[in-house]
């Protein structure tokens, strides 16, 4: 295995049996190594990098899976740095913070990230998280693959769910995270029923939090809402029922478009 101290220059590739490909970003080289280690254990080929230089790079010359993105980085910050990815891309994103405040969460969250984990943490739990959202990620993909180009419109929007795509009513292609796309079909499937978080948890399987009060689904919501109101023609789509929770309110029409 390459030592990562080769890692300060650029980024560090770890081969294993094909299970997916990790990006893991994080300043501390002995968090790098011991992701990078645990995960190879586990069948994933890693490639570790200590900031976003050395990050882009690694985006630039291989195919990532997922990327488990520190907070906190010298230089650009890992909200910025995700935000940057999801500029152009939907590859998975979990966010390690050393911060246990619900603001850092939704930052991280707020910024892009499809998960995040806190520090110090069990490489077994970033492993199942890692599992979670490759699985949420693939099952998607493949769902939308056996269907034969299937077609969402909705006040002037279209949804491709196989390509999982998002184009406005002005013809712009919105970027959604992984878990905003899978929060938008379970919106479009129970249009016009109000759903509670429990049940949009349980319909985008979203991680569901050990703590009653997390918001972590409000604020893919509020993600999604804001992406949808600002190019929306009808006003506001996704209401919220006080006491109960949240409404798709649209007529949704479905269409059969060409294979690609």
């Not at 390459?2 to 893991?24: F, M």
């Not at 080929?45 to 899976?65: K, N, W, Y």
């Not at 493949?142 to 949804?159: D, H, K, L, N, Q």
């Not at 938008?184 to 319909?203: D, G, I, T, Y």
Request: proline letters at 4%; charged letters at 25%.
């Amino acid at each position: 295995m390459p030592t990562e101290t080769q890692a300060e220059t650029g980024p560090v590739t770890t081969t294993a049996d094909d299970h997916g490909h990790i990006l893991v970003v994080d300043d501390d080289p002995q968090i790098r190594l011991l992701v990078a280690r645990f995960l190879q254990r586990h069948g994933y080929q890693v490639t570790g990098a200590p900031d976003g230089r050395a990050m882009m790079e690694a985006l630039a010359h291989s195919a990532i899976d997922l990327i488990v993105l520190d907070l906190m980085l010298p230089g650009r910050s890992g909200v910025d740095l995700c935000r940057d990815v999801r500029a152009t891309s939907q590859v998975p994103i979990v966010m390690l913070t050393a911060r246990t405040e619900e603001s850092d969460r939704i930052t991280g969250l707020e910024g892009g990230a499809d998960d995040y984990i806190t520090k110090p943490f069990s490489p077994r739990e970033l492993l199942a998280r890692i599992r979670a959202v490759l699985r949420r990620a693939r099952a998607g993909q493949g769902a939308a693959a056996t269907t034969a180009s299937a077609i969402v419109t909705f006040e002037g929007w279209r949804m491709d769910l196989r390509r999982r795509e998002l184009q406005s009513p002005s013809g712009t292609l919105i970027d959604l995270s992984t878990g905003e796309f899978d929060l938008l079909v379970a919106f479009v499937e129970h249009a016009n029923r109000v759903l509670s978080r429990e049940a949009l948890m349980q319909f985008a399987k979203a991680r569901m939090s050990d703590d009653p009060f997390d918001r972590t689904i409000d604020v893919q919501i509020s993600r999604l809402r804001r992406k949808l109101e600002a190019d929306a023609r009808g006003g506001q789509l996704i209401k919220t029922v006080r006491g109960a929770g949240y409404l798709f309110a649209s007529q949704i029409d479905h269409q059969q478009g060409m294979p690609a």
